[in-house]
Nanobody, 127 residues
């Protein structure tokens, strides 16, 4: 069992930056692929980024590529999402998720591929 707790959300102006954190409880954090998703009101949950167990493989959606960076610190059981050049369309609740498995890749863009979810943190970007 893994519990995930996100933090770092807030209100920011367009062009600004935020860094989200997701801390995992329990052991074996390094045995999970970690993903970030977001969901705006009235929309489906959308893949943002994922990172494999070692951090050597990352995947991004086209909408955030070049602006967001996912990273992890296995010693701290934490995954991060650095968000730069934020746009109003980035406004959403952001969720981290964990997928059991030690894989060389990180292409896991579907929500149903993940085993555990956090409660989410709200990001609001004003224009």
């Amino acid at each position: 069992q893994v519990q995930l707790v996100e933090s770092g959300g807030g209100l920011v102006q367009a062009g600004g930056s935020l860094r989200l954190s997701c801390v995992a409880s329990g052991r074996s954090f390094s045995n999970y692929v970690m993903g970030w998703f977001r969901q705006a009101p009235g929309k489906e949950r959308e893949f943002v980024a994922a990172i494999n167990w070692s951090g050597r493989s990352t995947t991004y959606s086209d909408s955030v590529k070049g602006r967001f960076t996912v990273s992890r610190d296995n010693a701290k059981n934490t995954v991060y999402l650095q968000m730069n050049s934020l746009k109003p369309e980035d406004t959403a609740a952001y969720y981290c998720a964990a997928k059991w498995g030690v894989y060389s890749g990180s292409y896991y863009p579907r929500p149903n591929e993940y085993d555990y979810w956090g409660q989410g943190t709200q990001v609001t970007v004003s224009s």
